[in-house]
């Protein structure tokens, strides 16, 4: 177990904590605190796994996951707070997610294949991210224009996300039939 894998590991534990800090505690500042914490790991991880050379596959399978998990933990907690538009990219991760977690694991079953990020899931994680905090930190106070402007943000990437997954995950697949 290396370092970036024990960064996902404590990802994974940060969910809970902010579903609690966010829905039970009713306690903001450590929410965001939280869910910052989160990005960072997510960050640190990846950075360290590539830069010194420490990626693995169990990191390349369940890093993607933790952050998923995250996302939609998140999306769901702000939904249930009264953000009603917050359903529909609740929705929308799910539904994407599924999608990918199931291709993923008929290229894994397939020919071994796990699929990594690319710089479009990683562009709408980090933009996902800063648009939950910023709805955590001051969504009462924003103006509804301001918040449809993020809302829409979220969706267009997490939409552009799938479809360029999508044409990846096609694209390996005509690969490994070729291969057959």
């Keep these: 177990m290396n370092v970036p894998n024990v ?7 940060l ?3 902010f579903a609690y800090a966010y829905l039970y505690a009713r306690n ?7 869910l910052a914490a989160s990005g960072l790991t997510d960050f640190l991880d990846g950075f ?4 010194y050379n420490l990626v693995t596959k169990w990191g390349t399978a369940f890093d993607p996951i933790a952050d998923k998990f995250t996302q939609i ?7 249930l707070s009264g953000y009603t538009t917050m359903w529909l990219i609740f929705g929308i991760l799910v539904v994407k997610e599924v999608f990918m977690i199931l291709g993923g694991i008929k290229l894994y079953k397939k020919g071994d294949i796990v699929m990594g990020a690319n710089w479009y899931g990683k562009v709408a994680t980090v933009m996902i991210y800063f648009v939950f905090l910023v709805l955590i930190l001051f969504g009462t106070s924003l103006p509804e224009i301001v918040k449809y402007i993020l809302f829409i943000s979220v969706i267009g990437l997490s939409v552009f996300s799938f479809i360029r997954y999508a ?3 096609v694209g390996m697949r005509k690969k490994l039939k070729e291969l057959q």
């Design 73 to 79: 933990t998140v999306a769901f907690c702000i939904a």
């Design 167 to 169: 044409a990846v995950f």
């Design 28 to 34: 903001i500042p450590a929410s965001a605190i939280i």
């Design 7 to 13: 960064l996902t590991i404590i990802r994974f534990f």
């Design 48 to 51: 360290i796994a590539r830069k």
């Design 15 to 17: 969910v809970p904590a």
